[in-house]
Structure formats: structure tokens, C-alpha cells
């Protein structure tokens, strides 16, 4: 089988159609049975700055952005900046009748792009569309499937239109079909396997929710977290889910709750920012034992940041975020398709302990987008949790916060026909009443909801291990950073340097006996998009051994598997 690892950048302003042309492109790869992950990186405003949409091809899984770029389609001159990721094979397409590229020993592809458009039915803004047939052209890609993608995307009533579209890709196409030496560039022209699925991390998210039977949603807009909230409203008749876009962050918590309590699976999501107008609400989950599910999509801070991009900077904030003392999970999805079950089983969590579950993504996550087989939703069980129509005809006095051994007090929804329920933000006595008894109650109370963190301690599941089982030198990631980190073990263990991957989704609370490796390796690194090695400390804090050797990043961009690499050899070196 031809054996393809081919990444195309299309580069320009926002509003010039970018992250239609990468779509459409890596659709119509995942359509041919490729592997394609996709990611991009836009500035906060609605047009103009320079951003790009990325899209990795290959034979074999991926789950990360690569250093070099094969094709770089070049739509305006800040492009340039492009230049010094591409290699001898690379080629470039740009429109010299709008900016002069930049010398470089790439092949330059002189595409007059606007103009190409023009003359086939269409005007210059489509000349994204000449630009995309120009890609598949020199691929020697089969333009059918693209005309397909077209017509699907623009449906039924705007075929004149999908027509044009097509015309024009066409146009685009035929002028750049061997262009270029075909060693330059693998040749695409068979499928390689069974189409595949292409999804994004938070339509993941939104799809694990309704797989869970989600059925309510509160968020006020928050990049990067808001395409979760946007999926969900375009299933709401479908999936009879209710989206409600909240006046702020401080009422999407509180209307969650409400719901929460009544009896719906109900989620809130935002980012950093937004999280901290949430942290009473949060409190007030954990004060009342309400489950609900909290999609934190973090993006660099502090205060506005860097609101585009990516960063792991809000794990300890999360974690302990909210005044007082009580449980909550925290989960940090590894990959796109994780998303989908870890999000599914925040619900069965939440329920099982009456706790906030928070789901920590990122922008990273939310943003880009690979192929999968398939989602399973047979996967996915719906665990309620709940006391029975029989249980509930034999309680004589019922109290929502019974204190129980396990901290876990049997839950009945408010409205049922066989007991009153009730709960109370000040402390309150075992039905849920309020108390000032600070010799018995009070005590009692505080011990019986940190008493889950027991229960928690046990569904943390173990990292992942990932490379060989005796190796004595190991990274040690979480999160979004498992792709990067995934490809660099591979990478370096295809250079003798036996090294394994351990891999952390669940990040709160950490199991001591998930550290036992700790004490069989040699060498030990944390790799983490943020400047002070937060997970590093919380594994100190956990089971006193400090690990000094850390890789941080934290320009807002995530991690490549070859500046990993890099990093790990410098600090392998440095310890001798």
C-alpha cells in the first residue's frame, strides 16, 4: 500500500475561506479511506490577521500536527511566514497578481486564482475554491469526490450554485494535474480503504453528551468552547435536547443546576474566563449534591489571553476551584475520539456521586478534527442512579443527604408522588434542611461529602501506557498532549532510544498506586502546555516524589512530536 504522510497549509486572512477549504479537503480525504487530523490557527478578529488551517494526510493513524509542510497554498503575503517549514519536495501555490512570494527552493505554483474564478461563472471570492481543485490536482486526487462534497454541502436548492463551485474546482484542477515532478508528491488516486468518519473535538464532546442522554445545555459564548453549545442547537428538535444561551456564565451554572436537580442531565461549558464566573455555582453543586457536567475548553490567560489558541493552564484552577471543601472528578480527554466517551461517562459519574464532573479540553481539542472508524454508541451505557418507583413507595422519611458510609446519599427527583425533597446552600441537616448545629451536624455533613473523594479515588482509571514495557525512560503527559507526545515515543524509539509513553486522562483525584512506575524508571519527563509543570506538581503533591525534569510550552501553539524530542534529548543529556 502507498504509504502517505502529506501535510497541506493553506494560509491567509480570516474571511478568506480558510477553514472551508480544509474541510472540504479533508473530507474528501477521510472519504478515500485516509487517515487526516486537522487543526488550525486563527487571531481573534473576524477578518483579516494571518491564520492558517492545516491538514495532515496519511496511511496510518494520526493524532498530531507535523513540523513541515508539503503544500503550502500561500493567500496573502504574511504567508512567507510558512517558508521555513517547507522542505526541497514542498510546493507553494500562490496568485502573483496579489502579492510576490518570498524566494524559496520549494516549487512555486503562479496560480491566478481570482481570475480563474471569474472566467468560469463565479468572482474572486471563490477563488478558494481554484485553489482547493488546485491541490487535488496535484495529487492527482479523484475530482469526483470533491464535486460530490460540493453538491452535498450546498444541498439541493443552491445546485446552480454547487454547479459553479464545481466548474471552477475543475478550472483549478486541470491547470495544476502534473505540474510538478511526481516525486515531489505522493500521487492520491485510489481509495485505501472504507470511508471514514471525520469529526471535531467539540462536536465529539456534544455527541458523547447526547449519547448520554443529555437533554439540557446552558452556556453563554466562549471561544474556544462554544461549537459544543452551536452542535447542540442544530439537534435540538432531533435530539430533544433544550439549548439555552444564558445572559452569562454566573446563570448558565445556576440554570444547569436547576435543571440538574429536577431531574435532567444538564452541562454547562466555557473557558477559563468564563469557568471563573461559575465558581459559586460550582460550589453551590457541591454544597446541595447536585450532579452536573462542566466542559472547561482552556485558552492562554490570564484575563482575555490569547482567546484563539491553546494552553493547559487552568488544571489546578479547576481542580480547586470553589470556596469550601467538597469532591468533584476531573477528566482530561487524550484525543478527539476520547471526547466522545469520557464526556458520556462525566454524566454516569456525576449521577453516581451527586458531584460536579468537570471535562477539561482545550483549544487544541475543540478545534481540529480526525477521522475515526466509527463512534459506538452501544459503548455508552446511561446509569442513572436513581431510587426506583418501588423504592420510593417504601420510604416512610425520606432525606436527600442521608449520611451513608460511602458519603453517597440515595437520590429521589423533586416531584415524585412518594416523598418531599429538598435542598439548601446554607449547611444543612439530613434532609436537606438548614442547621446550625456546629457539634454534630456540621462535622458530620463535611465528612460525609468528602467521604466520595474515597469512592473517586477508586474510578480513577490508570494512565496509559504507550511503547515498550521495559523501557526506563519515560514522558509522562495529559490531556490533548497525547498525539505529540504518542508520535515523538515512536519517533524516538525508531532510533534505539527505548522510551515509553505514560499518559494521564484522568487528572483529579490521582491515584498514588497509578505512580508505582515512578520508582522502576530511570528517567522520568512532564510534558504540558504551560509554563509552571501543574500536573509535575500535583504528582509531587500526590505521592512526594518531585520530578524535575519537565517540557513546557506556552506560546498558545501545541506541541509537535520533533520540539519534544529536541527537549527530551536536551534533558536526558543534562542528567547524564
Not at 242 to 268: K, Y
Not at 416 to 421: A, E, L, R
Not at 433 to 460: H, Q, S, W, Y
Not at 524 to 536: C, D, G, H, I, Y
Request: hydrophobic share 40%.
Amino acid at each position: 500500500m502507498l504509504k502517505v504522510d502529506l501535510t497541506i497549509k493553506i494560509a491567509g486572512e480570516a474571511g478568506q475561506g480558510l477553514q472551508t477549504m480544509g474541510q472540504l479537503l479533508s473530507r474528501a480525504f477521510a472519504h478515500q479511506g485516509f487517515f487526516v487530523f486537522s487543526n488550525q490557527v486563527i487571531q481573534s478578529r473576524i477578518r483579516g490577521g494571518h491564520n492558517w488551517f492545516q491538514v495532515r494526510v496519511c496511511s496510518e493513524r494520526v493524532l498530531a500536527p507535523a513540523s513541515t509542510t508539503d503544500i503550502l497554498v500561500a493567500l496573502d503575503k504574511e504567508s512567507s511566514c510558512h517558508l521555513k517549514e517547507l522542505t526541497k519536495n514542498s510546493i507553494i501555490i500562490f496568485d502573483s497578481s496579489l502579492f510576490k512570494m518570498a524566494d524559496s527552493f520549494a516549487i512555486g505554483l503562479d496560480i491566478p486564482l481570482g481570475r480563474i474564478a471569474s472566467e468560469n461563472g463565479g468572482n474572486r471570492i471563490m477563488s478558494n475554491t481554484v485553489a482547493v481543485g488546485a491541490i487535488l490536482g496535484l495529487l492527482e486526487f479523484d475530482m469526483d469526490v470533491l464535486s460530490g462534497l460540493i453538491k452535498e454541502s450546498f444541498g439541493e436548492k443552491d445546485m446552480q450554485v454547487a454547479d459553479v463551485n464545481i466548474k471552477i474546482a475543475r478550472a483549478g484542477y486541470d491547470l495544476a494535474y502534473r505540474k510538478v515532478p511526481c516525486n515531489r508528491l505522493p500521487q492520491i488516486k485510489e481509495k485505501t480503504g472504507q470511508p471514514k468518519m471525520f469529526v471535531g473535538g467539540s462536536e465529539s464532546v456534544a455527541l458523547g453528551a447526547l449519547a448520554a442522554g443529555c437533554q439540557f445545555i446552558s452556556a453563554y459564548p466562549m471561544s474556544p468552547s462554544t461549537g459544543i453549545m452551536t452542535y447542540l442547537a442544530s439537534k435540538q428538535d432531533k435530539c430533544h435536547v433544550v439549548v439555552e444561551q444564558s445572559e452569562d456564565e454566573i446563570a448558565s451554572i445556576n440554570i444547569a443546576l436547576g435543571a440538574a436537580f429536577a431531574g435532567v442531565r444538564a452541562m454547562t461549558a466555557s473557558a477559563g474566563g468564563g469557568f471563573a464566573l461559575m465558581v459559586e455555582g460550582l460550589s453551590l453543586a457541591g454544597m446541595t449534591e447536585t450532579p452536573v457536567v462542566i466542559v472547561v475548553a482552556q485558552r492562554p490567560a490570564p484575563a482575555t489571553g490569547l482567546p484563539t489558541r491553546t494552553a493547559q493552564e487552568d488544571l489546578e484552577f479547576v481542580i480547586h476551584a470553589g470556596h469550601g471543601e467538597f469532591p468533584r472528578l476531573v477528566v482530561a480527554p487524550a484525543t478527539i475520539e476520547d471526547a466522545f466517551y469520557e464526556t458520556a461517562r462525566a454524566f454516569n459519574i456525576a449521577e453516581k456521586y451527586r458531584i460536579p464532573v468537570l471535562i477539561l479540553s482545550d483549544q487544541f481539542i475543540a478545534d481540529s478534527a480526525v477521522t475515526i472508524d466509527d463512534l459506538d454508541f452501544n459503548k455508552v451505557n446511561i446509569e442513572r442512579s436513581l431510587m426506583s418507583e418501588e423504592e420510593l413507595k417504601t420510604v416512610k422519611d425520606y432525606k436527600s443527604c442521608l449520611i451513608t458510609r460511602s458519603g453517597v446519599s440515595p437520590r429521589a427527583l423533586p416531584g415524585n408522588p412518594y416523598c418531599f425533597v429538598t435542598a439548601d446552600s446554607d449547611e444543612h441537616d439530613e434532609t436537606g434542611r438548614i442547621t446550625e448545629d456546629v457539634d454534630f451536624m456540621r462535622p458530620e455533613m463535611v465528612k460525609k461529602r468528602n467521604r466520595k473523594n474515597l469512592g473517586l479515588l477508586k474510578e480513577a482509571r490508570p494512565p496509559k501506557w504507550y511503547g515498550p514495557r521495559d523501557a526506563k525512560n519515560v514522558l509522562i503527559g495529559w490531556g490533548s498532549t497525547f498525539g505529540p507526545l504518542r508520535e515523538a515515543i515512536d519517533l524516538l524509539n525508531a532510533e534505539k532510544e527505548k522510551t515509553a509513553l505514560v499518559h494521564f486522562t484522568d487528572v483529579w483525584p490521582l491515584n498514588e498506586k497509578h505512580f508505582g512506575f515512578l520508582k522502576k524508571v530511570k528517567f522520568a519527563a512532564v510534558a504540558e502546555n504551560n509554563f509552571t509543570a501543574q500536573f509535575a506538581r500535583l504528582i509531587t503533591r500526590t505521592t512526594g516524589i518531585v520530578i524535575k525534569n519537565t517540557i513546557n510550552k506556552f506560546n498558545g501553539l501545541p506541541f509537535e512530536a520533533t520540539e519534544i524530542i529536541k527537549a527530551y534529548k536536551g534533558l536526558r543529556r543534562k542528567n547524564g
